[in-house]
């Protein structure tokens, strides 16, 4: 078993590529078994599949938190975006303390610290915030403050872990509907995890099912909207029939 | 909830207008009714303050015969003979501020080491393993067992009055501290590691930051009984500057009532004020971020 993890910024800059990634971890859990695709840039992936399918580890493999056992990633991880399921804010600093933390650890000066985060505090439209700490904030609010804080990277790839998961559904819709406008504008690769179908159809260039555990990608559907699209897609025939396929598909995969 | 328009999409930041974000509810403090509040505050300790006077002036004048008075003397009399008798109360003074640089030096030094060995012990596994027996060990001591003992090693002056209040008051603020270096959210710390910081930079930002709390736990523990520590000690020890601990010990051997009973509710004020004090410093401290930064 060997893991070549290939970071160099050289060959394909701002995609994600996964080859034949298998993971199987040290208790003997196999998690992923053979997984292999593409994020070009101006792509949005999203993966659904049953919970404990592996979704998060393969996240986690393509971040360099942990290290496949099988196969090898290719990725450009300077400045990698990566959201996770809960906001993970530090509550002793601010939202804006809290946006400009990735700045900080890679030694962004001071005064470009700030007006990173100052943007990217406007565009998930948290002004008027940023003197606030997270305990005073909705949860939704913290979701945005964490996409704030990957947005100061100004990521080519963009990892998203349920991000969603815990919130409400209107705030859910609104915050998929943001999130499709900042892919729209910033054209990154993103890579989305999420158990919702209907999030992922409306977000989505192409929607992956993962089955159940050892996760392997068992189906793909290209999503054919045009960007930016509209909250009431999600009242649209093809949106249902889309949805609907998936989720027979996601059914055959439990 | 807002829909948001179509033509704003191209235009507008991303997130949408102060309408979205106004419609999640963030928690906002509830104006209080203060006179009320005020009164549920302070209603409760008072009514049972009085209840206890009552029952103490009970059994000064019906329970005690005469002769036998000056085991519990009459709350008033307390206050003419130690409070407002100038030449005992300056006594009183004197001994409760011996007693409170004793408690203050063997704090400050119980923090400090405290502080340091649960850092050590959250970096490395093995001094973890090494330290926390004998810890646990130190609190287990009966202290008065081993006071003759400080005694005999330090002489029986200030510092061994101070070696008293650190064994006392240094176990709460190790096992805080080291609890709160080690609740650190998964995440946080995968958060660190993403962007490849060095070990002192997650202590710095990430590590000790979320110590606060439980160390603020910790210190208002340890500065109670290094208050407890001091008199203690100082009961013990006859030597040097006498503090609050002697005065204790004399006034009992002399059936001073009055100064005596003047002496325990001084040195439960001087309990009262540090615990509160540092109510006061955590609440400064971390009161605007912790969930539960509120002093009681
Ligand atoms: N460190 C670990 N050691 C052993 N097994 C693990 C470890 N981490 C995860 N697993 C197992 O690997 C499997 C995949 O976990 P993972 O968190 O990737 O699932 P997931 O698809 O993200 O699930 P969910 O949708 O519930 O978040 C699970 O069965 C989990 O129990
Ligand atoms: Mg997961």
Redesign the interface.
């Known amino acids: 078993m060997s893991s070549v993890v290939s970071t160099s910024a050289g060959s394909v800059t701002g995609t994600l590529s996964f080859q034949g990634i298998g993971m199987t971890f040290p208790d003997g859990t196999e998690a992923l078994r053979d997984v292999s695709f593409d994020v070009a840039p101006g792509e949005f992936i999203t993966i659904v599949g049953p919970s404990g399918c592996g979704k998060s580890t393969l996240l986690k493999i393509a971040?360099?938190?942990l290290d496949a056992t099988s196969g090898a990633v290719q990725v450009n991880r300077e400045r990698?975006g990566?959201v996770?399921q809960?906001a993970?804010l530090?509550?002793?600093?601010t939202i804006r303390q809290n946006v400009e933390?990735?700045a900080e650890?890679?030694g962004v000066a001071k005064a470009d610290r700030s007006t990173l985060a100052a943007e990217a505090i406007?565009?998930?439209?948290?002004r008027?915030?940023e003197e606030?700490?997270?305990?005073?904030?909705?949860?939704?609010?913290r979701m945005?403050a964490s996409l704030a804080r990957s947005l100061t990277l100004e990521p080519p790839v963009f990892l998203f872990d349920e991000p969603f998961g815990a919130v409400d559904e209107?705030?859910r819709e609104?915050l998929n509907?943001?999130t499709q406008?900042?892919f729209k504008?910033k054209g990154f690769a993103g890579l989305f995890i999420t158990h919702s179908i209907s999030e992922a159809v409306f977000m989505s260039t192409k929607v992956l099912v993962m089955s159940n555990r050892p996760g392997r990608i068992v189906d793909s559907f290209d999503i054919p909207f045009d960007f930016?699209r509209?909250?009431d897609l999600r009242f649209d025939p093809e949106f249902a029939r889309l949805s609907g396929e998936i989720s027979l598909a996601l059914r055959g995969a439990h | 909830m807002t829909a948001v328009g179509d033509d704003r999409i191209t235009t507008e930041p991303l997130a949408g207008s102060e309408g979205d974000i106004r419609s999640e509810p963030a928690p906002v403090p509830r104006p209080s009714d203060r006179g009320r509040r005020g009164f549920e505050a302070i209603g409760p300790p008072v009514i049972l303050g009085a209840l206890i006077l009552g029952v103490w002036y009970f059994i000064s004048y019906v329970v005690l015969r005469e002769d036998r008075r000056f085991l519990l003397r009459a709350p008033h009399e307390v206050v003419n003979e130690g409070f407002l008798n100038g030449e005992n109360f300056a006594e009183l003074l004197g001994g409760l501020w011996s007693s409170t640089k004793v408690a203050f030096v063997g704090l400050v030094i119980a923090i400090i080491i405290g502080l340091v060995l649960a850092t050590l012990m959250s970096q490395a596994k093995f001094i973890e393993r090494a330290v926390f027996p004998y810890a646990v060990t130190l609190q287990a001591i009966p202290v008065l067992a081993i006071v003759p003992l400080i005694g005999f090693w330090f002489g029986f002056g200030f510092t061994a009055r101070v070696i008293v209040c650190v064994i006392i008051s240094l176990f709460p603020i190790i096992v805080n501290t080291l609890f709160g270096l080690q609740s650190v959210d998964k995440g946080m710390h995968d958060l660190f590691t993403l962007h490849h910081a060095s070990r002192w930079t997650r202590l710095r930002k990430l590590t000790f930051p979320n110590a606060l709390p439980a160390v603020f736990a910790g210190l208002r523990i340890s500065a109670g009984l290094s208050v407890i520590g001091a008199i203690v000690g100082d009961f013990f020890f006859g030597q040097g500057e006498s503090g609050i601990g002697q005065l204790i010990s004399k006034y009992a051997g002399r059936l001073m009532g009055e100064q005596l009973l003047a002496a325990i509710i001084l040195s439960s004020a001087l309990g009262v004020i540090v615990f509160q004090f540092f109510g006061w410093l955590q609440n400064r401290v971390i009161g605007k971020w912790a969930d539960s930064g509120k002093p009681t």
């Open positions: 971040s360099g938190l990698l990566y996770f809960d993970t530090l509550p002793w600093r933390l990735f650890l890679n406007e565009l998930v439209g948290l008027g915030f606030h700490y997270p305990k005073a904030l909705s949860g939704g609010m945005r209107i705030t609104h509907d943001e406008r900042l504008r930016p509209k909250p």
